[in-house]
């Protein structure tokens, strides 16, 4: 199959591609707010995760600026905090991928990139897999 050639200035394809945001404390919310910028006009982007997360991640509006976001509002605001192990944080993170593969089987989005999840997140929170690839052979 060829793939139409993608520029910034031509929309060649309309490809949903739809991103989980991973742990909400790890490095996935500030992955995602680096290269949305860079990938703007490529391709149809959908975040999946926590907006208020995501935007304590990110630099300044231009990597919020037109960024369609499925929030799923499931981080407790109060003690949240970067760079920590909780099980809350893996239970939202499990979330944001099985809200992902919902809208695959739906045809809302047409493929998945996941950020990264804490594997000890996620067994804290009584997930026995040890990452993305598991749970999604499961």
Partial sequence: MLMPELTKNKRACRIRVGITMGDPSGV???????????????????????????EQR???????TGVKFV?????ERKGFTFGKIRAEYGRAAM??????????????????VTCPISKEAINLAGFRYNGHTEYLAK
């Fill in 71 to 75: 929030d799923l509002a499931n981080v």
């Fill in 95 to 112: 979330e944001y991928l099985d809200t992902a593969l919902g809208m695959i089987k739906e045809k809302q989005i047409d493929c998945l």
């Fill in 58 to 64: 990110t630099e300044n509006r231009e990597q919020r």
């Fill in 28 to 54: 996935g919310p500030a992955i995602i707010a680096k290269a949305l910028p860079k990938l703007r006009g490529l391709l149809e982007f959908v975040v999946i995760g926590d907006r208020w997360v995501f």
